[in-house]
């Protein structure tokens, strides 16, 4: 319901749509909203140390400036999104005429709150998950040292 009444909008208020090819950036201003229409993105934040952490991939609609909106409260450096499918396509929107959208319908709003709060569980869980695969390999890799070890005193 809420991603018709989002393209209906864009489609009435002719909102200007940005191409980019694999593997180039979507570099998003404070200004506008933006959100993916097709395509695959990797969204990624790069830390201050100089890594990059990713976030997640997306495909298909998706709304990109709220990651953008997320990480300026963190303490990372910046946001990426970078093109991974062949061709990626974005609505570009200023932030005014999107608050207009969600202040004239209610049912949008309960959407983009939605939408949060199904990333957020996403992004925990692949935490979790990563944490949980880190603590097995710590745990194997302790395991691997031991029995070198115990095979390194048996040769002596």
């Not at 980019?20 to 934040?45: C, P, Q, W």
């Not at 997306?58 to 970078?82: E, P, Q």
């Not at 499918?85 to 570009?92: H, L, T, V």
């Not at 996403?122 to 745990?139: A, D, G, K, P």
Request: one cysteine or more.
């Amino acid at each position: 319901m809420g991603r018709e009444l989002f393209l209906d909008f864009f489609t009435e208020h002719e909102v200007p749509v940005i191409r980019k090819r694999r593997h180039t950036f979507l570099k998003m201003d404070d200004e506008n909203a933006y959100i993916l229409k097709e395509g695959v993105v990797k969204v990624s934040v790069l830390m201050r140390d100089g890594r990059e952490f990713n976030i997640a991939y997306l495909k298909g609609f998706d709304i990109l400036s709220m990651f953008k909106d997320a990480v300026v409260d963190c303490k990372f450096s910046s946001l990426m999104i970078r093109v991974e499918s062949d061709e990626a396509s974005f609505y570009c929107v200023s932030k005014e005429l999107f608050n207009q959208l969600l202040n004239k319908h209610s049912e949008l709003v309960e959407y983009v709150n939605t939408y949060y709060r199904k990333k957020l569980s996403e992004t925990i869980s692949r935490q979790e998950l990563m944490t949980t695969r880190m603590v097995l390999y710590v745990h194997l890799y302790t395991i691997w040292l031991q029995y070198l070890e115990k095979k390194r005193v048996m040769e002596f």
